[in-house]
């Protein structure tokens, strides 16, 4: 399975990570004495309750019980999980609240946040149960907390469970084949164009090509926390002299890579990605979210990974990265059996389980965040991920799925010489801020 469990435009945990991360988790309990303390946890979870959980972030009912189902079964015996799945129905949050269906969790990811949670007016501040359960806050990573606040105008709906981040991957086979120099930790983008220049090649009919982005990521989580639209203004930000540095620096970057631009047009003006990197490997380098690590295909790939370029305007700044939630209703009736869940899911013991085996912990614990792909099976330098330090999410307010839309859309246009930076990104903000005021007036 190499499909993303995501909404269009977001992105949550993929199911063929998660898969490989939950598979090994244990179900004996933590030990007395945990940092969230689960042994209080245990003690007070024998009444039988019901938890209502959906998500927008794309799970079926298979994948919940595969990935958290059964391991909260084992850890909650006398908990019943009611999943309500979204996926491939017509039915989704906003749906169930004007129906009156009760929901007491949502899995969400950094943007589904806005349409699971936010528009649906469920959003609920935990804080008084992070109290009562004695939740450090301390442990967590502050950007992905910072980024719920961001999201909720300061309140914290729910607890970070995951982190995604990007990093440089590379396909070692193709640098070997023409004689380059590995990339290294800490390279800038000019840095890595200037290495993808001498990669991207036509030989034995195959076009290389050095280095390929996934565009709404480094656009979405670029180090300088541009949000797409001001939440005070409700106006487009595109005009922001920072996103023509952004435009300019990867997507002239890759224009001026050789046959770059050929390969677009030949492509239906298409860009390339994933399966050209995983599948057709005739990307050098591809930079991405780590779980990348998890899709079909590249175990059988030599293959590496560095920190993610970053930009001479914000030196020793990674990405934003993008943390995945779960979150309480406020129109759950179990609000404390749905915060013992968020405990377990995010103590010590469930957490270095899961960076063992790949994924970004959202907790700052050293152990955890040094066991980081311990159990992985291949030798990767894991160690990138926190290379650099990473980038604070900025305010977003509920239209700024509407903002982004209008410039990734327009992407395309710059490859096939329709358009330049300066000219798509005031088409962009033209056409977000007409969007955006059509939608305020619904």
Not at 163 to 175: T, V
Request: hydrophobic content about 40%; charged content about 20%.
């Amino acid at each position: 399975m190499n499909k993303r469990i995501s909404l269009p435009c977001s992105v949550g945990l993929t199911a063929s990570m998660l898969m490989t991360l939950l598979a090994g988790c244990s179900s004996t309990g933590a030990p007395a004495g945990d940092a969230v303390g689960l042994s209080r946890t245990e003690e007070a979870a024998d009444k039988p309750v019901t938890l209502s959980i959906t998500s927008r972030a794309g799970l079926t009912t298979e994948q919940f019980d595969q990935l958290y189902g059964k391991y909260l079964k084992e850890k909650f015996p006398n908990y019943t999980f009611n999943f309500m799945q979204q996926r491939g129905s017509k039915i989704n949050t906003q749906d169930m609240v004007t129906a009156g269906t009760p929901i007491d969790l949502m899995f969400e990811s950094l943007s589904s946040l806005i349409d699971g949670v936010i528009n649906p007016g469920l959003g609920f501040d935990i804080s008084p149960l992070i109290k009562k359960e004695n939740v450090d806050l301390n442990r967590f990573e502050p950007v992905a907390l910072d980024a719920m606040k961001a999201m909720a105008g300061g309140q914290l709906y729910g607890l970070p469970i995951s982190m995604q981040a990007m990093s440089l991957m590379y396909n070692k086979d193709i640098f070997d084949k023409f004689g380059v120099p590995y990339p290294r930790d800490g390279m800038t983008w000019d840095e890595v164009f200037a290495v993808a220049k001498q990669l991207s090649r036509k030989e034995d009919g195959i076009q290389y090509l050095g280095l390929v982005t996934s565009t709404g990521h480094v656009l979405k989580l670029s180090p300088f926390s541009l949000p797409y639209v001001d939440v005070q203004t409700n106006k487009s930000t595109l005009g922001d002299g920072r996103w023509k540095t952004i435009l300019t620096t990867i997507f002239n970057g890759q224009l001026e890579e050789p046959g770059f631009s050929d390969y677009v047009r030949n492509n239906k003006n298409k860009l390339p990605g994933m399966d050209q990197f995983i599948k057709d490997r005739n990307i050098a380098m591809w930079v991405f979210f780590t779980d990348t690590a998890f899709f079909p295909g590249m175990d059988e790939m030599n293959w590496d990974m560095v920190s993610v370029p970053t930009y001479k305007e914000v030196p020793g700044m990674a990405a934003q990265v993008y943390p995945n939630y779960i979150c309480i209703s406020n129109t759950s009736k179990e609000k404390d059996a749905a915060m013992k869940v968020l405990n377990y899911l995010t103590s010590d013991e469930f957490q270095l389980t899961l960076s063992k085996a790949g994924t970004i912990s959202s907790l700052t614990t050293p152990e955890v965040k040094k066991a980081l792909g311990e159990d992985y099976a291949k030798k990767v330098n894991w160690g990138a991920v926190y290379y650099h330090t990473f980038a604070a999410t900025p305010a977003k307010g509920p239209y700024e799925n509407t903002g982004e839309k209008q410039l990734t859309d327009l992407i395309p246009s710059l490859y096939t010489g329709e358009l330049d930076v300066n000219s798509l990104l005031r088409k962009a903000q033209e056409e977000a801020d007409k969007a955006i005021a059509s939608a305020l007036k619904k």
